[in-house]
């Protein structure tokens, strides 16, 4: 019987998230065992063979020396939890997924920082925020065909969807962007010096109905699955 390789998510406290019930269902379609890390909970990581950063709020602006917006929530505990998770998988070259905000704190995380209000730093980039328009709105992107990114999906360009309201700025160290908009909104990120060290703005797991994005999510597992025989053998 073939085992699982065991994927660690991160999530918020809230026992129903959205976020992540969609990224439980995409782990378990592409053969992976979800696993959810939040903070404040028993967090048993050290067996798990790949790491995805989920989204949720926004990054807290402090890590990245910005102020906080008035009456805005941050989730502080799921930064810090995030930024050492991240750093322990990287630190064992495990596959990482980052998506949304996980790709925003991937980029802080390496140094970069991000723009506090999309709209507000680039033309044409007033998405809608309605939730039914989460539902249908779709955006086009270009695609690095070198890139790790670009090989998974085999397309030069791909439609996406919009949840975020903020967007990636300066780029990290070591990271490389790989996809992004015609009005220079940065859509994917990655450091090709690793097997597979993803971020993405949009959030795939609510595109299962679309091969592509099935495609994303098959070869972070099949990595995933790789670490394991790697590591036993």
């Known amino acids: 019987m073939t085992i699982r390789p065991l994927i660690g998510i991160t ?30 909970c028993r967090n048993d990581v050290q067996q798990i063979d790949g790491l995805i950063l989920a989204g949720g709020t926004d990054v807290s602006p402090f890590l990245f020396h910005r102020s906080p917006r008035p009456l805005q929530h941050y989730d502080r505990e799921r930064d810090t939890l995030e930024i050492r998770m991240l750093q322990w998988a990287r630190r064992r070259r495990l596959p990482l997924l980052a998506i949304c905000r996980g790709a925003q704190l991937l980029n802080v995380a390496h140094g970069g920082s991000i723009h506090m209000a999309v709209h507000k730093a680039y033309r044409n980039a007033r998405y809608p925020h309605h939730p039914l328009a989460h539902l249908t709105f779709r955006k086009m992107v270009q695609i690095a065909p070198a890139s790790l990114f670009g090989r998974i999906c085999g397309v030069p360009t791909l439609t996406v969807n919009s949840l975020h309201r903020q967007s990636i700025d300066r780029l990290g160290s070591g990271l490389q962007i790989s996809a992004c908009e015609a009005n220079g909104v940065i859509q994917a990120i990655e450091d090709p010096s690793l097997p597979f060290y993803l971020g993405v703005q949009f959030h795939p797991e609510l595109l299962l109905y679309r091969a592509v994005y099935r495609r994303l999510f098959r070869a972070f597992i099949n990595s995933a699955a790789a670490e394991r025989v790697g590591s036993s053998g």
């Open 11 to 40: 999530s918020s406290r809230h026992l129903v998230s959205p976020s992540y019930l969609g990224l439980w269902l995409a782990v378990r379609l592409a053969g992976g065992q979800p696993r959810r890390i939040c903070a404040g």
